[in-house]
């Protein structure tokens, strides 16, 4: 398929020109990519915007033939209709590095007296400190940085800077998105809503795969995890024979006694920890066993499916790191932990990716290190909140009300660990050793939150080890603490 490539950018005699590259794979080009160049015609301070696409990826990954992806691009600028437009080959045309700043002065040189301005999301900016030369990169050239949900912190933080305009907000969608769901590896419609027409001939060509078989599963438990997991795997394209409970669910397929059929491929067993053993004994009778067996217990390796295993069944275990609610697309980008027997991580793996999920393989051992990471990172975050919601309530603030004070805050924290190591994210009185703050939080908890004054206390001398705070800095925090 092929489409005429608008005329390429003119030669150094050109006049001068107000130009906006707008720089990406296209791997392929979608709907916010179309609606990105709508909103930048629309401004009357550019002349011209060029679509760049990248000749490789900066980090190595491949990429579909450019002269594809060139295509696209020249389907969705004819479509548009503007000759304000252009399509930029350079990366292509000649050596580059693939640094932004590199190929920007490779432009600068070829078109001296153009007036360059880069487009960029927000999610490039929360990877700022990566770039190589950004800040040479912004001292030459102005930017238009578009938001992306996640990364509004990274847009706030350098909005009023000199060089940034900040545009509007994209939406949550992305060509790695779109390449799993083409490739049946999520079977995702609403992704799949994203591709424009003009580009169908080459999607349909270059990233439309069918789905793979998937294996036969089913799964052992029809609470939240197992009701969530049916649902994940069927949208990923995989057969799910049945779901079974012990106690009546509306959303089992097989209630009670174990089923006299239980042919699958794979069974999952998705009840609480302490029901695992029992039930992986009881299986392990059954007349029709699978190739592999997995649980999904964050703490339990694959040791505890023994009973299975010596009935020559690979086992393992595969783990979300999210809190399922009851959406059948949580597990979409949530990385999942998978251990176990080599053929059973195989099949964990390739579930994982159906589902939309990131596989995270672990060594032998490694389950229980997992979890408490996971118990110190999340959870706690409950204990803590429900204390400031009492401190707030004490104040005549409503829990609701309080909360909503609270989010806020607490995702301000994600972004800043999202872009800095824990480190560089820690603020307040902590950050600055302000002992003083420290010393009256300490008096306010022992009034209005005595419950939470040990938890307060015990955390500041946590944060003093990991910070590894000198003995005299140390003794002033300890000062600070004792309770009145």
Known sequence: MSTPVPDAPAALTEASRRVAIYGGAFDPPHLAHVFTLTWLLQRTDLDEIWLLPAAAHAFGKRLTPFEDRVGMLAAIVAALGSTRLHICTIEHEVTLSGRTYDTLEAL?????????????????????????????????????????????????????????TAGPTLPEISSTRLRAALGGGTGDPEAQAWLPGVCQPWIDRLYRQPAPAGPRVWILGAGRLGRTLAAALRAGGVPVAGLWNRSPRAEATAVGPLPASLEADVWVLAVSDPAIGALAQRLAEHPSLPAVALHCAGRLDATVLGALAARGVAVGSLHPLQALGDDPGALRGTWCAVEGDEAACIQATA???????????????????????????????????????????????????????????????????????????????????????????????????????????SLARTT?????WSPAVVQALENALQAP
Not at 446 to 454: D, H, I, S
Not at 464 to 468: M, T, V
């Open 108 to 164: 600068q040189a070829r078109h001296p007296r153009h007036q360059f301005r880069l487009v960029i999301g927000a999610d490039n900016l929360s990877e700022a400190h990566r770039w190589h030369r950004f800040e040479d990169l912004v001292a030459r050239w102005s930017v238009i940085a578009l938001g992306r949900p996640g990364h509004e912190a990274s847009l706030a933080r350098f909005a009023q800077a000199p060089w940034c």
């Open 351 to 457: 579930l994982v990716r159906a589902m939309g999920g990131l596989p995270v393989s672990l060594p032998a051992g490694g389950k229980v290190a997992w979890h408490a990471a996971a118990v110190l990172s999340a959870n706690f975050v409950a204990v803590l909140t429900a204390g400031a919601l009492e401190l707030l309530a004490s104040l005549g603030i409503a829990e609701a009300d309080g909360r909503a004070l609270l989010n806020p805050l607490q995702r301000g924290t994600l972004a800043r660990l999202a872009q800095h190591p824990a480190a560089e994210a820690l603020t307040g009185p902590f950050a600055r050793g302000d002992w003083a703050a420290v010393a009256a939080h300490v008096q306010v908890l022992a009034e209005r939150a005595p419950n939470f004054l040990e938890c307060y206390q």
């Open 464 to 468: 003093a080890r990991w910070l590894q």
